[in-house]
Nanobody, 125 residues
Framework: QLQLVESGGGLVQPGGSLRLSCAASEFTLNYYAIGWFRQAPGKEREGVSCITATGGITTYADSVKGRFTISRDHAKNTVYLQMNNLKQEDTAVYYC??????????????????WGQGTQVTVSS
């Protein structure tokens, strides 16, 4: 089973920034829409952001709009999630996954595959 690899998580103070990376070593991400999700302790996993294969369309959950930016670098076969002005409620394990459709019309988990193991983001003073 193919799997993505997330990195870039860590401990940051409120108001700080982190950039997460999502990479694949065994296949190219360049043909797929990619989604970022997160799961906070005691909560269900939720969709955060999505980017289409060309990068022409990006979507964001309302809770992160204006603070997070998704992007991709085809040459590096990597998708990024730049997170600015982080809040304590952003604390979660962040996952990326391949969307099984070309659009970014939703965050239903059964529409995504090849989930990574996740990277922990902790926002705390």
């Amino acid at each position: 089973q193919l799997q993505l690899v997330e990195s870039g998580g860590g401990l940051v103070q409120p108001g700080g920034s982190l950039r997460l990376s999502c990479a694949a070593s065994e296949f190219t991400l360049n043909y797929y829409a990619i989604g970022w999700f997160r799961q906070a302790p005691g909560k269900e996993r939720e969709g955060v952001s999505c980017i289409t294969a060309t990068g022409g369309i990006t979507t964001y959950a309302d809770s992160v709009k204006g603070r997070f930016t998704i992007s991709r670098d085809h040459a590096k076969n990597t998708v990024y999630l730049q997170m600015n002005n982080l809040k304590q409620e952003d604390t979660a394990v962040y996952y990326c996954a391949v969307r099984q459709y070309y659009d970014c019309s939703g965050y239903r988990e059964n529409e995504y595959r090849d989930w990574g193991q996740g990277t922990q983001v902790t926002v705390s003073s």
